[in-house]
């Protein structure tokens, strides 16, 4: 979990319990130093984050997650002073020059006189009767040539948030997070009210502006860039603020005490805002991950880059809803009225969108690519028809033929290991079609590539590529159909910067031309370069059967076509396979070509090739999974923008059901702990064997699926195979229901 910006893991968490029960009587401050020297928790200037560490352990406390020792009834510094005025105070009226020479000092040592005289000053005419300052703070001192200590200053850490003075910024919520440190507050400023010299406010303010920035860079390592104050305006004007040019802003809400203050700000340098406003960078391999959460949920999203706390959680929490209930809606699924209107404003949220979700999903799905020597990124469009939903706003039409139905099309790809492991999501694009572009079909040979659907190949490939290049030690090709047949895809994956493969089933009509020979043709003149057998399963009314397959491959230069006509041909590798001999009643026998940027020198890498495509239609399994076992089209949310937001929490659920059905089979023999919850695994031992002692040690993984899949209606027969993905939904679905009662009786049994 991330608290004040930092990541609390469980062996964290651990660790900083192993202190606290090594050393009950260690003060909370002693703990706070060894936190953060544990999880390298400093400032700019290499100090320890004390403070903030310090209310990041009473949050985990709160949350019962450690156990602070008992704190001390009190500190000396904790006590109430009351502090005696014992230094000379002159009454003086008139101009600056009756003052003589002005100092502004800054305190060095809270034990020096200049200290000492400072809090007195504070305490005994500041309106607020308080110095204290929190955070990192500089308190300056302002002193007299002829009649010694005349006024005092404090600057602080800027407010975290506040309406104003953002709003006036301009910033967003990411940049705000990252640059606070640059804003800095005037907390406190006084003048010895028997002072009363013209001007004298504006003249200080401005003296002091002039050095903070340097003064505070060289204590703390940073230069801010902004100051804040407030103004009480039942008590002052602001005058002396606006005299030296600072800028009235707005004003507070007065939530704290009651009373609204005047937001003033002032600029340390020129260019302020851009530097406030700026942004680390936020693309793929930023995200920090959270692998040793025991939810899945905050493992699959826990880099997400939502900056409220409660937004993360409420997150983790609809994702494991989703996923034991993924055929019910969404009151069904969250139960009970809180946790169901919780869902439905959290869709409603801008800040709350597909790709922030998907984000942090691919960045753990990036996390398992690196542990494979090569990865399958198929892409594919499946249509989502929202017919039954005339309410929802934004949606379009399916279909180019007519506009009956409506909903959204999807363009999504996933990353598969070699054996057809399902990894993740890479990326999804989802748009509605705008009703007035009827006919668009017809025209499309007039259009550029960027007007049309077919962008969205490229822009599948471009994201491909882009997490290639955070996995070097990793191959990642891109997997296209026949649709994804486009010169532009190929002239995009030979461009130098290209790290992903690509991987493209051609279709005939497409012309393409090798040396003016038609491809297929010229592939058929090819030397036959070896022979294998498939495995064809039935259809329809046609059998099973195996079939003979020869294949043939060659390096060929893909012409341009005459949109192309200054380009030079592109290199790339065939692969040519054709049914021999195919059963009379075969009206459309195998033959696919498919052209690749993975080179090709043998027999078994052109073999390879065709099995690379063949794990392609382990996404139409996934959009089946989507459809069928999330149903999707039963969302009921009132606008496309939240469909979007609900879609991409659904295909991270529909991923994992998945990825369990496929683990199953690659890593049979592993505990079904390296997937289920511990009270998981036994709930369902208990629930299929009917009864109430569940073993010490956990079942296989395959045998955990094979479960599931009999509550799910599986019958485990021989011919039967191994359950699938809807089998397994139903099964998880009453999975849940046997865990929450499971977890209900051993708690009354360990009970008093």
């Known amino acids: ?14 660790s900083i319990n192993a202190i606290i029960a090594r050393q009950p009587q260690i003060s909370r401050r002693k703990l706070s130093r060894e936190v953060c020297e544990l999880m390298d928790w400093k400032s700019p200037n290499g100090k320890l984050q004390e403070m903030s560490c310090r209310k990041a352990l009473l949050e985990l406390d709160r949350r019962g997650l450690i156990k602070l020792p008992e704190r001390k009834k009190s500190y000396a510094f904790e006590k109430k002073k009351k502090r005696k005025l014992d230094v000379p105070i002159a009454s003086i009226e008139g101009h600056l020059s009756v003052l003589g020479e002005i100092v502004i000092e800054p305190i060095k040592s809270r034990y020096s006189k200049d200290s000492r005289a400072w809090f007195q000053l504070i305490e005994n005419f500041h309106y607020l009767k308080s110095a204290k300052l929190c955070g990192a703070q500089i308190r300056y001192i302002v002193k007299s040539e002829k009649y010694g200590y005349i006024g005092a200053l404090g600057f602080s850490s800027a407010t975290y948030k506040l309406r104003a003075r953002d709003a006036y910024i301009g910033w967003s919520e990411k940049a705000r997070r990252e640059n606070i440190q640059y804003v800095i507050s005037n907390d406190r400023f006084l003048i010895v009210p028997t002072v009363k010299v013209k001007n004298l406010a504006s003249f200080l303010l401005s003296k002091a502006l002039q050095r903070i920035g340097t003064d505070w860079e060289s204590r703390y390592g940073y230069r801010p860039v902004l100051v804040e104050s407030y103004v009480d305006s039942s008590v002052f004007k602001g005058i002396g603020y606006l005299a030296s ?10 939530r704290r005490d009651g009373i609204a203050k005047k937001v003033f700000l002032y600029p340390l340098q020129r260019n302020w805002r851009k530097i406030l406003c700026q942004e680390s960078a936020d693309g793929l391999g930023h995200g ?8 899945w949920a905050e493992r699959e999203f826990g880099s997400i880059r939502l900056y409220d706390n409660r937004l993360k959680q409420r997150l983790y929490a609809i994702a494991d809803d989703f996923y034991n209930k993924p055929q019910a809606n969404i009151p069904e699924a969250c139960g009970g009225k809180a946790r169901t209107m919780g869902a439905y404003r959290f869709f409603q949220n801008e800040k709350v969108t597909m790709d922030i979700i998907l984000d942090a999903h691919t960045e753990a799905t990036i996390d398992r690519i690196k542990e494979h020597k090569v990865v399958l990124a198929p892409q594919d469009t499946t249509i989502l028809d929202y017919s039954t939903h005339p309410m929802t706003k934004d949606l379009g039409p399916t279909s180019h033929l007519d506009h009956q139905s409506i909903g959204l099309i999807l363009h999504d790809t996933l990353a598969f290991s070699e054996d057809g492991t399902p990894l993740g999501v890479l990326d999804a694009q989802v748009w509605a079609r705008d009703p007035k572009d009827r006919g668009k079909t017809r025209r499309r040979k007039e259009l550029p590539i960027e007007q049309k659907e077919s962008m969205k190949w490229l822009r599948s490939y471009r994201r491909v590529n882009e997490i290639a290049k955070l996995c070097p030690e990793t191959l990642i090709v891109s997997i296209g159909d026949r649709e994804a047949d486009i010169y532009e895809l190929f002239h995009e994956a030979q461009r130098k910067d290209s790290k992903a ?17 038609d491809l297929w043709d010229y592939m058929s003149s090819q030397e036959e370069r070896g022979q ?4 064809v399963p039935r259809r329809g009314n046609i059998r099973a059967r195996e079939a003979q397959m020869s294949l043939r491959y060659s390096s060929i230069d893909l012409e341009p076509p005459k949109r192309f006509s200054s380009s030079d041909p592109i290199k790339v590798w065939a692969v040519y396979i054709r049914e021999i001999n195919p059963p009379p009643d075969i009206k459309s026998p195998i033959e696919w070509m498919l052209l690749t940027t993975v080179s090709v020198d043998n027999f078994s890498e052109a073999y390879q090739r065709v099995q690379w495509y063949t794990r392609r239609w382990g996404i139409e399994i996934y959009h089946r999974t989507l459809k069928s076992g999330c149903r999707i089209k039963d969302r009921q949310l009132g606008s496309a923008d939240r469909l979007e937001t609900a879609l991409a929490v659904d295909m991270v659920v529909a991923w994992r059901i998945y990825h369990m059905t496929m683990l199953g089979r690659e890593i049979p023999d592993s505990p079904a702990s390296v997937f289920f919850k511990e009270e998981e695994w036994k709930a369902l031992y208990c629930y299929v064997h009917k009864t109430p002692i569940a073993p010490e040690e956990p079942m296989s993984l395959r045998e955990a699926i094979r479960m599931v899949g009999q509550i799910g209606g599986h019958l485990g027969r021989k011919s039967d195979g191994e359950p699938g993905t809807v089998t397994l939904w139903r099964g998880i679905q009453r999975l849940d229901t046997a865990t929450e009662m499971y977890i209900i009786f051993t708690s009354s049994r360990d009970g008093p």
């Open 1 to 14: 979990m991330q608290i004040y910006g930092k990541i609390f893991s469980e062996p964290i968490l651990k």
């Open 245 to 254: 040019n600072w800028l009235y802003v707005g004003n507070t809400s007065g």
């Open 288 to 295: 920090r991950l959270i692998k040793d959460s025991s939810n």
């Open 501 to 517: 493969g690509l991987l493209v089933r051609v279709g005939k009509r497409r012309n393409r031309k090798v040396a003016g020979i």
């Open 532 to 535: 294998f057998q498939i495995h």
